[in-house]
């Protein structure tokens, strides 16, 4: 029989982030939750683990459904990565990261496959922090002239056959895949998705308002990093930028490192969406967590300096601000509330991707939790699935 460990975990609010609640707790055994509510309403049972913190408020695990890599790890190129996955995890648990979605770009056929398929038995493993829980696949099938940092040598018409082989590769984990409306064949393609039960997501594309809306109506729901690798807004041209904006079918990620959109482009999106339908991801590089040097996105080699990710043509390419930080740009550009902004990387990315399990601090759901300090925002403590995978005081000793 398994040992019980139960736990309970208070600081000065909780942020659900259905809503707040001021002195709270966390009661949680082994993997799971099991009471949320006003510290009063808690007995100090004998064998309870008891974890108080002070000067500090507790958010579900954060989840990250769009980072290619972080901490010397680049899900584009397992194999020339200096560092394992175990260590994209260990330093996503240290920013209160629970969840994640490995993130690819468009490479050689072969090499996307066989990449693939590495990753998928890398994600088998237990990790030390944050979980994998899908893959994300950015591309192939995207516009070669809103590429971004991709190398356009690798960027194919829509295949329905590389489609399935793509799947396929990654063993079952795949959850979302890039793609351009505008591309031949881009309904055929939205409908494999969903029979997969990968979520169609358009982006890297030039899209017009009919071959957008035509994708929305096949099935594609959702939009990859708004604003950018797209066309910009214009008052007589519709595109995939103005009718994700105004489709309220269509749930929208948004970068939040503060570089890739203005904070009035924020402000923007954050009053035409609702906030179900923001999720705040980090788009990080390898080099997230790591210091000023090249790295690289799949084929595409790099250069990090002083926090910004670019190419050789001063292309930026991903970021290195993971969701901790970033979280906090919905606030101060999108004049969100606090639990708004913490539902874009909790809530709303567990129920776009039908993680039923987590992004809550509710009985019965994963426990999944961090604790911040109020002042400078600092992760204090990280549990992933019961686990307790990040303790700063444990950095002193």
């Not at 799971?32 to 808690?42: D, K, T």
């Not at 895949?177 to 979520?199: D, Q």
Request: charge should be negative; glycine fraction near 8%.
């Amino acid at each position: 029989m398994k040992n019980r460990t139960r736990r309970l975990y208070l600081a000065d609010y909780l942020i659900t982030p259905d809503r707040r609640i001021d002195t709270g707790a966390v009661l949680c055994e082994n993997e799971r939750i099991l009471a949320v509510g006003g510290l009063s309403a808690f007995q100090m049972e004998p064998e309870l683990e008891v974890f108080e913190f002070m000067n500090a408020y507790l958010t579900p695990g954060f989840i990250d459904t769009h980072i290619h890599g972080a901490g010397g790890f680049d899900a584009s190129s397992v194999d020339l990565s200096p560092k394992p996955i175990e260590s994209m995890s260990t330093i996503l648990a240290e920013r209160g990261v629970t969840s994640f979605f490995p993130t690819v770009v468009a490479a050689p056929r072969e090499q996307m496959l066989s990449n693939l398929q590495r990753l998928a038995g890398e994600m088998a493993r237990e990790l030390p922090g944050a979980d994998a829980a899908g893959i994300n696949i950015e591309g192939p099938f995207i516009n070669p002239f809103k590429r971004g940092a991709q190398e356009e040598e690798s960027i194919v018409p829509i295949d329905l056959g590389y489609a399935r082989e793509l799947i396929e590769a990654g063993n079952g984990l795949v959850k979302i895949m890039t793609f351009a409306p505008e591309l031949e064949n881009a309904e055929k393609l939205v409908e494999l998705l969903l029979e997969y039960g990968v979520k169609p997501s358009m982006g890297h594309s030039v899209a017009n308002e009919v071959q957008t809306l035509r994708a929305i109506d096949a099935g594609a729901s959702y939009c990859t990093h708004l604003f950018n690798g797209m066309p910009p807004l214009h008052q007589r041209e519709m595109g995939l930028s103005s009718i994700a904006l105004t489709d309220d079918r269509v749930t929208v990620e948004l970068i939040i490192d503060g570089r890739h959109i203005h904070p009035r482009m924020v402000d923007l999106a954050c009053r035409c969406k609702t906030s179900s339908k923001l999720v705040g991801i980090s788009d990080c590089t390898m080099a997230a967590g790591m210091p000023n040097g090249e790295y690289r996105i799949g084929p595409s080699m790099i250069r990090v300096k002083d926090g910004y990710s670019q190419t050789d043509q001063g292309i930026l390419a991903g970021t290195t601000t993971m969701l901790d930080t970033g979280w906090h740009s919905l606030m101060s550009g999108g004049h969100l509330t606090e639990l708004q902004a913490a539902s874009a990387v909790t809530s709303n990315p567990a129920n776009a991707f039908q993680l039923k399990d987590r992004g809550l601090l509710l009985p019965n759901r994963r426990a999944d939790l961090a604790v911040y300090e109020s002042n400078t925002n600092r992760p204090l403590l990280t549990v992933c699935n019961g686990r307790i995978v990040y303790r700063a005081e444990d950095r002193k000793k």
